[in-house]
């Protein structure tokens, strides 16, 4: 049942949760994410990046709401873009269908971060879509040095609260020692920044990126201490390709059909959705 994102963190919130907000990039990893919830009947949510949206050549948008539509019977499930970069990548995937985006202005000024978040957020509420923002950084592994220094990119509490006040953002990507992948995380996460910036921000619903490694007792924290959704890519990527090396590397090089080999992929990211939800979940 497509449901907007923003309804479903703002339930999570309220009910002092979290859902999982997964990364689909074909067919089959969106028919993955919602069997899954729908299995569970939990609610999550499907996102793409903009290099799916190329890659897909902007099928995606059609891909997922066919699939919720067809697919989806109780599970409430919304569509987000993960990671726009600019006013244009939010315009595009409100386009193609999302009921809410991502601006992600972290590498920005603070100043910068609010000139264009405030924009986004102009352009995209009098259409109903809402807005997440994201305040510090959360590293890539590949895309940076091996090392950061964690004091200098976490999120600033009091900068948080002002963006959100200043631009009217409806939810918040903050950082406190997680990263994208298998960057090497923060030992340890940092707890009394993500209480401090729970108790500036009590109706704001927090995002924690690169999740795909916040496992068992982390991620139940996570949730005590105020973070409402989970993104996750790397892990479902692993499953759906070790899945497939399996099935077309090994004994299975005899197959040719594709859908055989993809199928076995699909119910594998499946099973490990499954196992996230019911852990955000609780
Ligand atoms: O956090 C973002 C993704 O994991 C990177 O996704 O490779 O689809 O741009 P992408
Ligand atoms: P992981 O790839 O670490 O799961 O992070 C996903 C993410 O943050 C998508 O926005
Ligand atoms: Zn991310």
Not at 134 to 146: S, T
Request: hydrophobic content about 40%; overall charge neutral.
């Amino acid at each position: 049942m497509r449901t907007k994102s923003i309804e479903i963190l703002k339930k999570a919130l309220k009910e002092n949760t979290a859902v999982g907000a997964f990364n689909t990039a074909n067919l089959e990893i969106s028919q993955s994410i919602i069997r899954a919830a729908d299995n569970l009947c939990k609610p999550c949510i499907i996102q793409a990046t903009t290099t799916t949206m190329d890659y897909t050549n902007n099928s995606i948008g059609e891909i997922v709401k066919s699939v919720i539509d067809k697919e989806s019977n109780g599970a409430s499930i919304g569509f987000h873009l993960d990671h726009g970069h600019n006013l244009h990548d939010v315009i595009k995937a409100i386009e193609l269908g999302v009921d809410s985006a991502m601006i992600d202005a972290s590498k920005m000024s603070f100043q910068e971060n609010k000139e264009i978040t405030k924009k986004v957020v102009e352009h995209a509420h009098p259409k109903g879509i809402a807005v997440q923002a994201e305040l510090g950084r959360v590293p890539y592994l590949g895309r940076e040095k091996m090392s950061v220094n964690w004091e200098e990119i976490m999120t600033d509490p009091k900068q948080a609260k002002e963006l959100v006040e200043e631009t009217g953002v409806d939810a918040l990507a903050i950082a406190i020692g997680n990263a994208h992948g298998f960057f090497r995380e923060r030992n340890e996460p940092d707890w009394d920044r993500l209480k401090e910036i729970r108790k500036l921000l009590p109706e704001t619903p927090l995002i924690l990126h690169g999740a795909s490694d916040w496992e068992g007792k982390k991620a139940r924290k996570a949730v005590k201490l105020g973070i409402n959704c989970f993104n996750i890519d790397t892990d479902i990527r692993i499953a759906f390709c070790t899945a497939l090396c399996k099935m077309a590397g090994g004994k299975h090089c005899e197959v040719s059909d594709p859908r055989k080999i993809l199928k076995v992929a699909r119910d594998e990211v499946q099973s490990k959705v499954e196992e996230k939800i019911k852990l955000f979940a609780g």
